[in-house]
């Protein structure tokens, strides 16, 4: 082929694929362009072909961010004249916008956006630098509207300032997000980069997908100001210049990554183009979901979610309404969470979208098998609006998830998070300060939760499991489990109790035959009787064999579905079956001997304390010997210690040390501190206090005194015990001291503090004179 029929059918290609340059308008644009970056590289080419001059000067001036606006102001300042704004505009459509006065406003501030798109994306930026920018950006449109920034900033304006910079991390974040799942789960990029899925433009849409998610229009109010914001956002041409606003940051960024005028030119043609884009019709068109559509988990949101997906945009967008209806008449605009998510926003939409997320259909408590419609308006701010509705897709529910262990619900982030933790409050007790602690369980455990797949295209649950593994693990598919529990559906009494509606159902739950209980005329029918009365052996024994499962381990819920198809749910809780252990003595006598009061009084007048230590255990085993002394690891709660008169009251003494209170009105009667060591941690899981271990250690657990069972004396005592606790002089009287010890693990049935008691009596004589 002649190379003039080559380069003719080259030129063809071209102007195929970028009619643009056809454009007479383009190419006056273009040649402004060329024209604002011919200074700057004739002053670089002076520098290349001058190395002493290019070192004075890198002497004399080393590099700073003054510099950086300096040169952005140099290549935008002249580029965007009257005349290049107009042929910015299709031909077409600047009737629509109306002369240049009518928006002069907008024009002012777009050299801010292309600054701040050129100067972000000159290289690599974190994300505080990316604040940096935003700020040097909402200093200039300040300055450009005539409202420039205080200095320092007033309390409004920094306030607004802030709103900018939470609005960046909301619009940041889902691009680190996207970063880390792509770092985290690496195994598909291999094959990408092979088979050219992944090339050198990837991730060159990142930067404009952040500049759109940032561009809201909370965002845009603490950017112009509340005053110029009530006033702009008033203007026909609102919505069409935060759209040029955007495609000029985008130009910016472009022109920032640059590598020759070629690419120069390309970043021109694909501004030409998104100014094209700003004056599409007000649209409204719904694309997604269709047909059977599973709802997914959104661990941000706490909530199962459909995305709705499709396109609300248009010149003179305002903002857009989703609903729903499960009969195509009756619509709803709740349950659904619009972007930015996370955090989201209950609605509406307020910045447009062109083939993407609208919004989280929430479908946490939605019904499976049913037809569901969406049916979105689209609102322009001339009171113009567009409605499109999506034909009928059904819900596949999967409610795979454990929400709690012995009906105890209470998690610090939630079920949907696997590291979430079973909390609860720790309350104020004498030198003890309240906390938010994890909580453990013991003994036969209950877990409840949702097991529920289905029902669309005939799909529906077939199975779960329940399995355990020592440790913290959210990796279902790791070695290393023990299954505990198995139920099988496919009869009608199991189908019946598929769970997923309530989501707090007994997952440790066993069902009777369909036949269990026949019907007066002896014919086996599955609707006679409570369907409770089916429901039996709910419970899981954890401590078989004494102690056998102690510290922090991890349940997985498994359910599979009848396609074999497997959905799970981790859970981790802390496992305590090791019980406190309570033991009391008195040093001074044996158990059921005489103890006369004159031996403790000495001397025998109402002024001094008669003092008779009570030694004892007040023990609670940490959970795991070999892992940090912190809750609920460490599950001591209190201990108190009783006397009880035989025939009379029981009355709690004041416990020593540092867990009373100095004010002797504030008496502390529990301690919060062990005493003691029975030294078997686990005997038989359970502390004897009659068979302790010779070598057991006892401590103080309080001294009472003998002064509270004198009638006489009774008033000098300060914590004021009961006056029938009294004993007259000259008699005697059987009392028994006692000591009872509370950790804070949840039993079966919700039972919290579970004890171990111990006792000692003696027949107290009042031998003193009266």
């Known amino acids: ?55 004075k000067e890198a002497g004399s001036q080393p590099p700073n961010c003054d510099d950086e606006f300096a040169e952005a102001n140099a290549l935008f300042g002249k580029f965007l004249s009257d005349d290049v704004a107009l042929r910015l505009i299709p031909e077409k459509n600047r009737a629509q916008i109306g002369p240049i006065e ?31 920018y935003v700020y040097q950006y909402w200093i200039c449109v300040r300055q450009s509207l005539g409202t420039p920034v205080a200095n320092p900033p007033t309390e409004e304006e920094r306030n607004d300032f802030r709103i900018l910079i939470e609005a960046l991390a909301q619009a940041y974040k889902p691009y680190l997000t996207d970063q880390l799942a792509s770092v985290e789960f690496p195994s598909g990029i291999p094959e990408e980069v092979l088979n ?93 979901p269709q047909g059977c559509v599973p709802d997914e988990l959104n661990q941000a949101l706490g909530a199962f979610v459909t995305e709705i997906k499709g396109t609300a945009a248009g010149l003179g967008f305002d903002h857009y309404i989703l609903k729903w209806s ?62 499109c509705t999506l034909p009928a897709f059904q819900l596949f529910k999967k409610d795979v998830l454990i929400r709690g262990v012995d009906n105890y619900f209470v998690m610090d982030t939630g079920p949907t998070d696997p590291a979430a933790k079973f909390v609860e409050n720790v309350p104020v007790l004498c030198s003890r300060p309240a906390s938010v602690s994890e909580v453990s369980f013991g003994e036969s455990l209950s877990v409840q939760g949702g097991a529920f797949v289905g029902i669309c295209s005939g799909v529906e649950i077939k199975q779960y499991l329940l399995d355990y593994k020592p440790g913290f693990e959210a990796n279902c598919n790791s070695p290393g489990w023990t299954n505990f529990w198995k139920t099988d559906y496919g009869t009608p009494l199991h189908d019946r109790f598929q769970n997923w509606r309530l989501g707090q159902s007994y997952l ?173 941690h686990c005997a038989n899981g359970v502390c004897d206090p009659n068979n302790l271990d010779p070598m057991a250690v006892f401590g103080t657990l309080a001294q ?19 006056p029938n606790l009294t004993i007259a002089r000259g008699d005697c009287c059987v009392y028994i001291f006692k000591v009872w010890v509370f950790d804070r693990t949840i039993r079966p049935g919700g039972q919290h503090s579970v004890w171990g008691y111990g006792d000692w009596p003696v027949k107290i004589c009042n031998d003193l004179k009266s």
């Not at 997320?357 to 009171?383: C, E, H, R, W």
């Not at 006369?596 to 025998?604: G, L, V, Y």
Request: a negative charge; hydrophobic letters at 40%; proline letters at 9%.
């Open 102 to 132: 009518n928006w002069r406003w907008c024009l002012q501030h777009l050299r801010c956006c292309m600054i701040f798109g050129w100067l972000v994306c000159r290289g690599p930026r974190t994300f505080r630098a990316w604040c940096y």
């Open 508 to 680: 440790t739950a066993t069902w009777g035959t369909d036949c269990s209980i026949p019907d007066p005329m002896g014919v086996c029918s599955p609707f006679w009787g409570k369907l409770d009365a089916l429901l039996y052996n709910d419970f899981w024994p954890s401590n078989i064999g004494n102690c056998l499962l102690n510290g922090l381990y991890t349940f997985r819920l498994t359910v599979v579905d009848t396609n074999n198809v497997t959905y799970c749910d981790t859970q981790s809780l802390w496992i305590d079956n090791k019980y406190p252990c309570g033991a009391i003595r008195i040093d001074a006598v044996p158990k059921c001997a005489d103890l006369f009061i004159s031996q403790f009084a000495q001397p025998p007048d109402c002024g001094n304390p008669w003092a008779l230590p009570l030694s004892g255990i007040a023990f609670d085993p940490l959970i795991d010997e070999l892992a940090l002394p912190n809750r609920p690891n460490d599950n001591f709660d209190f201990y108190y210690v009783q006397v009880e008169k035989q025939g009379g009251p029981t009355v709690q003494i004041p416990i020593p040390g540092p867990d009373v209170d100095p004010n002797p009105m504030k008496w502390c009667f529990n301690g919060v501190s062990r005493v003691g060591d029975p030294l078997h």
């Open 196 to 288: 050219g899925t992944i090339d050198c433009f990837e991730g060159q849409a990142d930067a404009c997908a952040i500049f759109d998610r940032l561009l809201t229009t909370e965002a845009a109010q603490a950017l112009l100001g509340k005053a110029a914001f009530a006033s702009r956002s008033q203007d026909t041409n609102f919505w069409f210049c935060r759209c040029w606003c955007l495609c000029s940051i985008c130009f910016g960024c472009c022109l920032a990554r640059a590598r020759s005028f070629i690419d120069v030119l390309w970043c021109l043609v694909y501004y030409f183009r998104c100014l094209v884009d700003c004056f599409r019709p007000l649209t409204c068109g719904l694309s997604d």
């Open 704 to 722: 009472v005194d003998l002064r509270a069972l004198d009638p006489i004396c009774r008033q000098s005592v300060k914590w004021g015990p009961d």
């Open 326 to 387: 499960t009969d195509n008449i009756n619509f709803s605009a709740t349950d659904f969470i619009y972007p930015p998510v996370p955090p989201g926003n209950p609605g509406p939409g307020t910045t447009p979208v062109v083939n993407g997320l609208l919004a989280d259909f929430d479908t946490t408590l939605k019904n499976p098998g049913l037809n569901y419609y969406i049916q979105m308006t689209v609102f322009s701010n001339t009171g113009a609006q567009q409605v």
């Open 1 to 55: 082929m002649p190379d003039k029929d080559k380069k003719q059918q080259a030129q063809a290609a071209n102007e195929s694929t970028a009619p643009e340059l056809n454009n007479p308008d383009f190419q006056v644009v273009l040649k402004a362009l060329l024209a604002a970056y011919q200074p700057i590289l004739e002053q670089q080419l002076n520098l290349a072909k001058n190395p002493q001059e290019l070192q």
